[in-house]
């Protein structure tokens, strides 16, 4: 039911690029995520009702933990949305994956030559996703380069994740990190003038869609599957969400990779499915 929850979770993030891709054409990145982790926050306040967690302050320390990660994750995500395609962003942001084992490595879990080796060749093919460019594929350094640090962002997130949803009761986490993403969101969208309501239908239902389905709906699985599985697990499982990027990419959008960059994309999805564990 973990790897099914995990999987379900995949198939909603890689989909969802497509839809907050074409509302960032109305609406600026952190305004949209502002709105986007409030409605979210609001959604995920029934999980704190009558749960003893929900008083203890270091739940609300791990909480913003997880949200300085989530925040920093999703901020340069959607920041590089701008600058490149949903399906290279959903590729790159699949790197996470590999990074889970190498960032566990700081909190004393030794990576195995396994691990290595797949580093290795989702470096390669990171290199040729964004370096073999074709006018096809569209996307720029710029916005490579903030999608590959984003992927190190949820890779930090997802082993935090794995240390405190063991630690205590997972769903009274989950409105605390998304509270202080919507917060620092909002505080950036104000300091940078993007604060508007006067958008089309299309950039509400996004914002509907990623905060019911892509954040409140898919962290509370997350979140439940972390108490039954391990980090590299989860990352593994979660490694889907780049292929279900990729397709929507192509049927939404009519998205393509270069010859060069498809290479680099399948090096990038070996090096992810090498850490199966």
């Not at 992927?151 to 997802?158: G, Q």
């Not at 989950?174 to 993007?194: I, K």
């Given at each position: 039911?973990?790897?099914?929850?995990?999987?379900?979770?995949?198939?909603?993030?890689?989909?969802?690029?497509?839809?907050?891709?074409?509302?960032?054409?109305?609406?600026?990145?952190?305004?949209?995520?502002?709105?986007?982790?409030?409605?979210?926050?609001?959604?995920?306040?029934?999980?704190?009702?009558?749960?003893?967690?929900?008083?203890?302050?270091?739940?609300?320390?791990?909480?913003?933990?997880?949200?300085?990660?989530?925040?920093?994750?999703?901020?340069?995500?959607?920041?590089?949305?701008?600058?490149?395609?949903?399906?290279?962003?959903?590729?790159?942001?699949?790197?996470?994956?590999?990074?889970?084992?190498?960032?566990?490595?700081?909190?004393?879990?030794?990576?195995?030559?396994?691990?290595?080796?797949?580093?290795?060749?989702?470096?390669?093919?990171?290199?040729?996703?964004?370096?073999?460019?074709?006018?096809?594929?569209?996307?720029?350094?710029?916005?490579?380069?903030?999608?590959?640090?984003?992927?190190?962002?949820?890779?930090?997130?997802?082993?935090?994740?794995?240390?405190?949803?063991?630690?205590?009761?997972?769903?009274?986490?989950?409105?605390?990190?998304?509270?202080?993403?919507?917060?620092?969101?909002?505080?950036?969208?104000?300091?940078?003038?993007?604060?508007?309501?006067?958008?089309?239908?299309?950039?509400?239902?996004?914002?509907?869609?990623?905060?019911?389905?892509?954040?409140?709906?898919?962290?509370?699985?997350?979140?439940?599957?972390?108490?039954?599985?391990?980090?590299?697990?989860?990352?593994?499982?979660?490694?889907?969400?780049?292929?279900?990027?990729?397709?929507?990419?192509?049927l939404l959008r009519g998205e393509m990779l270069h010859p060069v960059q498809g290479v680099g994309a399948a090096l990038v999805m070996a090096g992810i499915l090498s850490q199966r564990s």
């Open positions: 039911m973990a790897t099914l929850a995990l999987l379900l979770t995949s198939a909603v993030w890689g989909w969802t690029f497509v839809l907050v891709k074409d509302a960032l054409q109305e609406v600026g990145p952190l305004w949209f995520l502002a709105l986007r982790f409030s409605l979210a926050t609001l959604l995920a306040l029934p999980f704190l009702v009558g749960r003893r967690e929900a008083r203890s302050g270091n739940n609300w320390r791990w909480g913003g933990i997880l949200g300085l990660a989530l925040c920093g994750g999703y901020l340069l995500q959607t920041w590089g949305l701008l600058y490149t395609t949903a399906q290279k962003s959903g590729l790159i942001t699949g790197l996470s994956v590999v990074l889970v084992p190498v960032v566990g490595w700081a909190f004393g879990r030794r990576p195995s030559g396994r691990t290595w080796g797949g580093v290795a060749l989702a470096a390669v093919g990171l290199a040729l996703l964004t370096l073999g460019g074709g006018s096809l594929a569209g996307g720029t350094w710029t916005g490579d380069g903030l999608t590959a640090l984003c992927a190190v962002a949820f890779a930090v997130h997802l082993v935090l994740l794995d240390r405190y949803a063991k630690a205590g009761d997972p769903r009274t986490l989950l409105a605390p990190q998304l509270g202080l993403v919507a917060l620092l969101s909002l505080a950036g969208a104000g300091w940078h003038g993007e604060i508007a309501f006067a958008f089309s239908s299309q950039v509400w239902v996004a914002v509907g869609v990623t905060s019911a389905l892509a954040t409140t709906g898919a962290f509370a699985l997350v979140l439940w599957a972390g108490q039954r599985t391990s980090a590299a697990r989860m990352a593994t499982v979660l490694a889907m969400e780049p292929v279900f990027a990729a397709l929507g990419g192509w």
